[in-house]
């Protein structure tokens, strides 16, 4: 197959174009309202409001924010924690933000029961995180 030459095409012109001073925005419009709870300080004011009443009569909206992370950090190892109690698939740790209750971090979510080996009289979970089961908060039995 033969091609032709480029002059047989036609003519190309390139022509001048003024910019526009309009600019264009960086992010296009949001389709839909969304919030997403992954990182932000709304994810964890959606866990303060799933605590029972007895503890939201004493923590602070602010203060559960910090407890949060902690937790979540002891959880993953990335902050030590005063540890007052364990077990073969769990540890109790002090939670400096609530007197009378403690954080229970579980390592196998698998087991029904845990068997916890503490000189602290531990009582029953009475909250768990709904998006990781490993984290929960015991009462003392002092207080119970």
Known sequence: MKIPPI???GRF???NQKK???????????????????????????????????IKRILSPKDAID??????LVQKGALKGTKIGQGNHAR??????LEGYY??????PKQMSQVIY?????????WSDKDNELIQIIKSSKTA
Not at 118 to 126: F, N, P, Q, T, V
Request: hydrophobic fraction near 35%.
């Open 103 to 108: 954080s229970l971090i579980i390592q196998d």
């Open 67 to 72: 407890m949060f992370r902690n937790m979540e």
């Open 92 to 97: 109790v740790y002090e939670n400096p933000w």
């Open 13 to 15: 012109v390139v022509q």
């Open 20 to 54: 526009s001073s309009i600019k264009e925005p960086p992010f296009p419009p949001l389709q839909k309202d969304t919030i997403s709870f992954s990182s932000s300080i709304a994810y964890y004011l959606k866990k303060y409001n799933t605590l029972p009443d007895e």
């Open 118 to 126: 503490s000189r602290y009289g531990l009582g029953d979970s009475i």
């Open 7 to 9: 002059s047989a095409l």
